[in-house]
């Protein structure tokens, strides 16, 4: 096969396995294999009707996506049986990550088994049994494990996070990471027993260094940062850590990647090549000394990677500096970006799950910027010159692709990156690598090597947190302006013409100044009214939307530190629809899982007014400075020409849950909405009697209630239940949450008033719009991808009791 028809075909193979992802899904493996022997049966007689291009891009396609079904199908095989769900189970194997504090006074870890305790578990399996476990064990202050192999006493359930169109998807990171099941751990005790092979002798390996570097370093000022850059260690970064590192969009310079790797790589052939050439330059011939030092910096690569976890993409820059050291020793005049197609394969056919990982993009989108504006270009180009370009062009290059998995473009990663990453390149690697070096051989210069890396560090880090207080533009486009703006400045950076240049330079400075502007905070409209209610777990946010206006009820949880709804679910999806001002916010009460995160909203958006239960309670929640009119739940008003709403809230001396404000939303005999926060079975009856008085004899042909207090045996008592006589219940709560919600007998109410039953915990987020008369509800668990809404995985088997 020729080299053309080999780049091809890795061409091919890589798109097989990436178009995989795209399925909802996963074809039966007995269809793939057949597909791939038929191609590859039919392409000899057919192959002389075809052009010759052909053969490998349908046969290196075919294989791609027969290579990634294959392990796609391997790891979903691995299933927790539904009736270990929630049970106390024992459990043999070793630790294969670093364990990290987590929140709740918890150690998280990953868990590779090795043996499950019970006959019966594998009559109850349909596949085989989870091989890896994510774990969190509570109540652990030191944050320390008896061992590195254990005998664990765990409760399991199957991978599970929130489902919603945009935002973080935990379950998404749980595939790509191999966990088949998440848990809590109820005692632990170490295990002799566990047969600990070259993989678990390995993770023993990195967690002793992890254990070495902290008891070395601990007295640093910038001990996260050390064992972060040095062994990728990232559980010491506090939350100020990764606030600066976000805002600054320098969060690559503390992940183990193609940069740090890169370095060591350059450093280690310099010092190879000088070496040999200086040892013997008339013994050893050219291409000797070109292959020693090749290995040479494999070897120093591989021994950083191990050192650093060997983490996904740390294994990732490491297939990419040995494509590109291979074509340095060849010294072929190759299209550099053959070398890159074959280093895209080689990640795809080691790691067939990495386009689930928004790394992969990154990283590869970043070397075919840096190809496109240098390798083609005529003539040397000063440093200060290349890294502005390289700099500007990566900025650009790579916002579409950021928008694309939902994050941002931060402006003052301009200033940050051209300043940081030359600083962290050539003095604060060097001198943690060589300083780590050195304490490991001459102990007594600690005190010395200490006081060198936190002066590094601290320039470094007092730069980065000057640029993160600088309050910055944010730059806000459409997709299509975003996309033409990176195409005009790689453009600009690549074509030699001056007036062109100087011209398209100018147009797209312009446009970053006028998106950079503050902008009008108008609405997309939308030809019907709609209701989105979010998966946020254990709790409650829904939005309705007529017209331009928008309204908000309730925000969701949020656990400071930990999670916020807010940022991972809510910000996103309206975001990602195009929200830029909420007309009214409503707060049903000030409880954490309703209200977590406002302060986040009122941030991020326009808010013309909150409406709540609790008027004092939520401004007491609003951070100094949060200028917004909050008014007290009750009254009428509108929502667009179509949807009217009610406010309601019980008199008296009510707080907390029963002090929640009741919304009932409207569109004309067609539906009702009720959201009713938290209210209990003693205030139920009130609200009735004030909406039979609002609008007496009117019963619309549809109406949907959202379960107060998510289906809590408290709420939904049989008269509220009787009255209201839903034609569909939401329930907004937790998978296998410890509250239990939502309960056997409140669920055993509606059902019996034949209402059709949803909740978020199993649907994921849920639309409802009103077509030609007739309530349609779209659940995201229909969209999921093949990993998510797969048959016998926790959506699919998700039942409400």
Sequence with gaps: MSGRSTVLSVFAFSCGVILLYRLAVLPAQVWLSLATLAVIFLLSPVGRMLPKACWPLIIGFTLGAFWAALWAHERLDQRLPDGLEGERV??????????????????????????????????????????????????????RLPDHRLRLEVVLKKPHGALNPAGFRYEDWLFRKGYRATGSVRSAASDPSVSCALECQYHRFHMQLADWVDEQFVKSSYHPLIASLLIGNRGHLSSEHWDVLKATGTIHLVAISGLHLGLVALGAGLIARRFLLAISSYRLSERFVRLAAFAVVLFCCLLYALAAGFTVPTRRALIMVAVGSWVLLKARHEPAWHSLLIALGLVLLLDPFAPLDQGFWLSFGAVSVLLCVFAGRLGRIGWLAGLLLAQGAVFAGLWPLLELVGQGQPVAGLLANILAIPWVSLVVMPVLIVGGIMVALLPPML????????????????????????GWPDLDGSTLEIGG??????????????????????????????????????????????VRVWDVGQGLSA???AGDDVLLYDTGPEVKGVFSAAESVLIPNLKALGIKRIDTLVISHADSDHSGGVNRILAEFKVGRIVTGEPVAVRDKLEQGEAVAIHACGGKSALGDELSLFYWQATGDVKGNDASCVLSARQGQAAEWLFSGDISSRIEPLYLEAAEAETPNIKPRERVVLAPHHGSKTSSSEFWVNELNPSLVIYTAGYRHRYGHPHRDVTARYRSAGALALNTACSGSLVMRVVDGVLKTTEARHKAPFWIGGPGLARDTCKIP
């Excluded at 006074?105 to 085989?128: D, E, H, M, P």
């Excluded at 560090?457 to 947190?465: E, I, K, N, P, S």
């Design 90 to 143: 024992n459990v043999s194997g070793y630790v294969c990550d670093l364990p990290a504090a987590g929140s709740f006074n918890s150690i998280r870890f990953s868990f590779c088994v090795t043996r499950w305790y019970g006959v019966s578990l594998t009559r109850q399996a349909n596949g085989s049994l989870p091989k890896t476990l994510r774990l969190a064990w509570y109540g652990q202050s030191e944050a």
């Design 447 to 470: 005190d010395l090597v200490i006081a060198l890396m936190d002066a590094v560090l601290g320039v470094m880090w007092r730069f980065l947190d000057w640029v993160a207080g600088m």
């Design 485 to 530: 703006f990176s195409v005009l400045v790689l453009l600009v950076a690549t074509v030699p013409i001056r007036m062109f240049q100087a011209v398209g330079l100018i147009v797209a400075l312009a446009w970053a100044a006028t998106a950079g502007l503050p902008n009008s905070a108008d609405n997309p409209r939308v030809s019907e009214p709609e």
């Design 543 to 545: 939005m309705l939307r």
